[in-house]
């Protein structure tokens, strides 16, 4: 007797900026950690001690949570382009960490992650930037148009932009990482897509302000270019959970 197809279920782990792909496997999703992003900001006179084992057992502690067994990092996994010494140890002690845990680690490279294939063990799974489909999900960094494969997956996930909100009032000014759900239009096609852009794992990161005026040009991506997605009538949802609202209706008067 085959074995039953579980169905498919695609769902925030609230209280973090991750996601579980659950269906005849169990994915932990992550996305934008940046490995190294403290020498950019060293420069800047800001200074942050080294945040890449923390990073990496983060990610381990909430598929723990989850039981989840495989990693899939959404872009982006490093900070500086090229290669660099110090990035490279920072990436090999976050791997280091998770092969000890995980049984399958796949990076879909992002924007800052060339040369990551000379960088990492032969057990990583990397994938170029038109991304790849699992479990029937297709998966992209954002910053590329993505391949037809993922495309005509019902379901897209996507990161790179770092989506946040900003909330305040008279007496109170926060930024807040969010998820954003969006519905997707394609070009001569009929059928409904949903997509989820995820925020970013770090929380050291800059953030496209999505509710102040339009995204800075090096946020965006050809999939908002083309209009494939409508920023505006998506829905916003902060990490713990919290529906905030249509995005068109959070908009902060300039």
Not at 56 to 82: H, T, W
Not at 107 to 112: A, D, E, L, S, Y
Request: aromatic share 8%; with cysteine.
């Amino acid at each position: 007797m085959a074995a039953r197809k579980l169905e498919l279920q695609i769902r925030p782990v609230w209280g973090f900026p991750s996601l579980l792909i659950d269906g005849d496997e169990r994915y932990l999703l992550i996305a934008d950690l940046h490995l190294g992003f403290e020498e950019n900001l060293r420069k800047k006179g800001i200074y942050i001690p080294d945040q890449s084992r923390d990073l990496a057992m983060d990610a381990v502690n909430i598929a723990r949570s989850c039981d989840a067994k495989k990693l899939i990092v959404l872009g982006d996994l490093k900070e500086r382009i090229g290669s660099h010494k110090r990035t490279e140890e920072r990436i090999n002690q976050a791997i280091s960490l998770w092969l000890q845990f995980f049984d399958r680690i796949i990076v879909i490279k992002g924007n800052h992650d060339g040369l990551l294939e000379r960088m990492v063990p032969r057990e990583v799974e990397v994938v170029g930037s038109q991304g790849t489909v699992i479990e029937g999900v297709g998966l992209f960094h954002g910053h590329s148009w993505p391949s037809d494969d993922v495309l005509n997956s019902r379901y897209l996930i996507m990161a790179h932009l770092h989506p946040a909100v900003l909330m305040e009032d008279e007496n109170l000014r926060e930024l807040v990482r969010v998820f954003v759900f969006s519905r997707v239009k394609l070009h001569g096609r009929r059928e409904k897509k949903r997509a989820i852009i995820m925020p970013a794992f770090n929380k050291f990161l800059g953030s496209a302000l999505l509710n102040k005026g339009e995204v800075p040009k090096n946020y965006r991506g050809p999939i908002f270019s083309h209009g494939t997605i409508d920023l505006r009538e998506s829905d916003i949802f902060t990490l713990d959970g919290f529906y905030l609202g249509r995005l068109s209706d959070l908009y902060i008067q300039q």
